[in-house]
């Protein structure tokens, strides 16, 4: 509680020693109140005109052509051109077109121009409802909605012609890519055609260099292996004609166990022995197997037909199957000679084939690789350029979508009116501020030079300053005039206040019944 008091007592010290000095008050208060009023008054009245538009990026058109053509997010689109319409290009058009440049005559002024203008022109957006606000202060009502007009239209025409202009420029990007590839595309090709005509005669028709070999050394061993098969039917055949009796066509082994040789046994053995060596290899559900097998069935089940034959014919009539049998034999050791003449044709062609790929073996493996290398070119100017085809026809689609249905509506919800008041400036708020700054800084003053200059109002005060004890205070001798003359500066400074304040509540009443005091006295 002690301490309390003792701040009370020193801040009515500090509001006494300022009294002393109010004198400072005053001087501050007519020096700043009537000069800041005066400034206050004869600023220009500011006309504020404000434009409200809504940005409806909703389109039929964009669920339908989803996948189909080229497609915007018009949000971002919106976002950019907001963020871009007080670029200098753009206030400098808006300056131009609201004719605010008539009032300059340089070059310097129209940049000061455009900077004020720039920092003046307000445009805020409501949030995620894509409603932009735009406004703009001017002395003059009709320029103020004419550069609002001019702000509104720019920005609703940038935005819809720059989503042509991108447009248009992506088609003839694609156009120009497209026409580049489609000449690379015509290199690469006759590049391809000339090469293939000059290593037509070394190059393999289908397949690499190794598969034309390997598949040329199959058909070889295929061809070889059917040579031994035929020359081994043949040389059965002839043993049979050369072995056959003059009574009969059969021969007996043994005599014991007298057994009958026919013409097709030679030929059943060696099928016999084949399908052992495919039995080897391959299953039984092999196409080979399942062919020779059936060749034997038929080749046994001949053998059985002349055997059954044989044993049915009368003895005076053996000589003419014996005939007929030697002509069969004869005929087939024939027809298989002139096979195994044609297969040996076939094995030397195919032995001259591979020869001559084996004498290109250094040659063509590195004229692969130059092919391979001119088909991976052209796939791929190939790929690309179908790839910008199909582009172009996307942004085709797009451009005739824009055409028919804008991705963007621009729906003016209030229109930039004419200013009929004035919004500004805010006379009230800058007359209080001056008369804060006046009078506040005739107490700052007051009291800085009452602290560096101390006055005593207080005995206790002399006592906190001295260790000698207070026994007492003394009176003023001339106290009644001494009181009339601080009635006289009390008079005085509740004048001066009262004009201050009569200023200041003058000045009030004007603004808020928007009379202009200055045109009036003028």
Known sequence: MQDLQQTLNQILDYIKGIWIKKRYVMICSWLICPIGFAYVATLPDQFASKATVFVDTRSVLQPLLRGLAIQTDANQEIQMMAKT??????????????????????????????????????????????????????????????????????????????????????????????????????????????????????LPLSGSFYSSLQDLNSQLELTQLEIKQTQQQADSLRSQLSGNRGTDGFGVSNADEPVLRTR???????????????????????????????????????????????????????????????????????????NIASLRVKEQNLQGKI???????????????????????????????????????????????????????????????????????????????????????????????????????RPKQLLQLTDYPIWGTVTHLDIVKIRKKNRTRVAVFALSCGAILAMYGVLMGADIMNIDLVGGLI
């Open 85 to 202: 319409l007080l670029s200098r290009s753009n206030v400098e058009t808006i300056a131009r077109e609201s004719d605010l440049d008539i009032s300059v005559t340089s070059d310097a002024a129209f940049d000061n121009l455009v900077r004020k203008l720039a920092d003046q022109i307000e445009l805020s957006s409501t949030g995620r409802d894509n409603i932009f606000n735009i406004t703009y202060n001017n002395s003059n009502p009709v320029m103020a909605q004419r550069v609002v007009q001019e702000t509104l239209d720019l920005f609703v025409e940038g935005a819809l012609g720059n989503n042509r202009r991108d447009t248009d420029t992506a088609g003839r990007f694609l156009d120009e890519q497209i026409a580049e590839y489609e000449a690379r595309l015509s290199e690469a090709e006759q590049r391809l055609a000339d090469f293939k005509r000059q290593y037509s005669d070394i």
């Open 264 to 338: 097709y046994d030679e030929r059943i053995r060696g099928l016999e022995e084949e399908l052992d060596r495919l039995k080897l290899r391959f299953t039984e559900m092999h196409p080979d197997v399942i062919e020779t097998k059936a060749l034997l069935d038929s080749l046994e089940t001949a053998r059985q037909r002349e055997i059954d034959a044989f044993m049915n014919q009368e003895d005076g009539e053996s000589s003419q199957p014996l005939n007929e049998l030697n002509r069969e034999l004869k005929l087939e050791v024939s027809r298989l000679e002139s």
């Open 355 to 457: 020869a001559e790929l084996e004498s290109k073996v250094d040659l063509i493996p590195q004229i692969e690789a130059e092919s391979t290398a001119l088909n991976r070119d052209y796939g791929i100017t190939k790929r690309k350029y179908e790839e910008l085809l199909s582009r172009r026809e996307s942004a085709d689609l797009s451009r005739r979508a824009d055409v028919s249905a804008e991705e963007m509506q621009f729906r003016i919800i209030e229109p930039p009116l004419l200013p009929t008041s004035p919004s500004g400036p805010n006379r009230a708020i800058m007359y209080t501020a001056v008369l804060i700054l006046g009078f506040g800084a005739g107490i700052g003053i007051a009291f800085l030079i009452s602290q560096l200059g101390p006055v005593l109002v």
